[in-house]
């Protein structure tokens, strides 16, 4: 999770906490087949060095991890921010059996890395940036000539229910109103075909949504605990208040309205893009 502190540059919102890093473990879960997919889609395959960006937790890179296998290596960054999330990520590391893996604290705009690579993934990060095409070019000069570079995003707008349930349209619209003004692009999914172009690649693109319904779903807790740590920048903003939101009542909420109304839940898009650096068909 890249929390940049250069001028003009997007901070992490959602923080370095505890509580984030147990979201973040939630997130990866959700969203694990669609990443493994878009990952084999884009061409990552046994023997491969790969750099990973804003790795966080390294859920991302114990996947590529798996596909690299022991031969492969993979590479995993964050900045200084995230050092609990860099920790958390070592000692998964360490405790896995497949893959060689490591993480190191540096910032993307920064980061020089000890030789080249063979791909280049990111998981719901240039969302983060203010110049993502920027930071994308200057990351595929770490390819070699017949690189890989494959990014996930996804379109946060795209997310609600059927039929309608007003108490999650009013969360997805908390969560797009922050984001806007913290200067995080909540529908960067629609917009990596732009920003990959933009970085001189000629992309192919995937999506996909995961849909859900029922009492159990995973769905208003993962809700519940993104506007718990967006609600100090909530607050600041005067988008809404601690109370208006109440999140601590909120997963239960949506769960008892989304049950009887016999709701279903259509997750954010998920959209996966992926292009070779020398600009053959990946």
Same mark, same amino acid.
């Given at each position: ?56 937790? @390294?859920?991302?890179?114990? %996947? !590529?991890? &798996?596909?690299? #296998?022991? /031969?492969?290596?993979?590479? =995993? ?111 960067? @999914?629609?917009?990596?075909? %732009? !920003?990959? &172009?933009?970085? #001189?690649? /000629?992309?192919?693109?995937? =999506? ?75």
């Amino acid at each position: 999770m890249l929390d940049f502190d250069k001028s003009g540059e997007s901070g992490y919102v959602l923080g370095h906490s505890d509580g984030e890093l147990a979201r973040l473990e939630q997130q990866a879960e959700i969203f694990s087949q669609e990443t493994d997919d878009i990952l084999r889609r884009a061409g990552i395959r046994a023997g491969m060095r790969v750099l990973d960006i804003g790795c966080g937790a @390294g859920d991302v890179a114990m %996947a !590529t991890a &798996r596909m690299v #296998g022991p /031969e492969g290596e993979v590479v =995993g960054i964050d900045d200084a921010g995230s050092a609990l999330f860099l920790a958390r990520a070592r000692a998964r590391a360490d405790g896995a059996a497949h893959g060689r893996v490591r993480f190191e604290q540096a910032d993307v705009l920064d980061y020089e890395p000890d030789g080249a690579f063979d791909a280049l993934v990111g998981r719901f990060i240039l969302m983060h940036l203010s110049d993502p095409a920027a930071a994308l070019q200057r990351l595929t000069g770490f390819l070699r000539p017949d690189g890989v570079v494959a990014f996930i995003e996804m379109d946060i707008s795209e997310a609600g229910a059927q039929p309608d349930l007003p108490l999650l349209d009013k969360c997805i619209s908390w969560i797009i109103r922050t984001y806007d003004k913290v200067g995080v692009e909540p529908n960067m @999914g629609s917009k990596l075909y %732009a !920003t990959f &172009r933009a970085a #001189g690649l /000629e992309p192919r693109l995937h =999506g996909s949504c995961k849909i859900e319904s029922g009492p159990n779903s995973i769905t208003y807790d993962f809700a519940a605990e993104t506007l718990r740590t967006l609600v100090p920048a909530m607050e600041e903003f005067g988008i809404a208040s601690a109370e208006e939101v109440g999140v601590d009542i909120l997963a239960d909420r949506l769960r008892r309205q989304a049950v009887s109304g016999d709701h279903c839940i259509f997750f954010p898009r998920i959209v996966g893009a992926w292009a070779a650096k020398d600009g053959a068909t990946a």
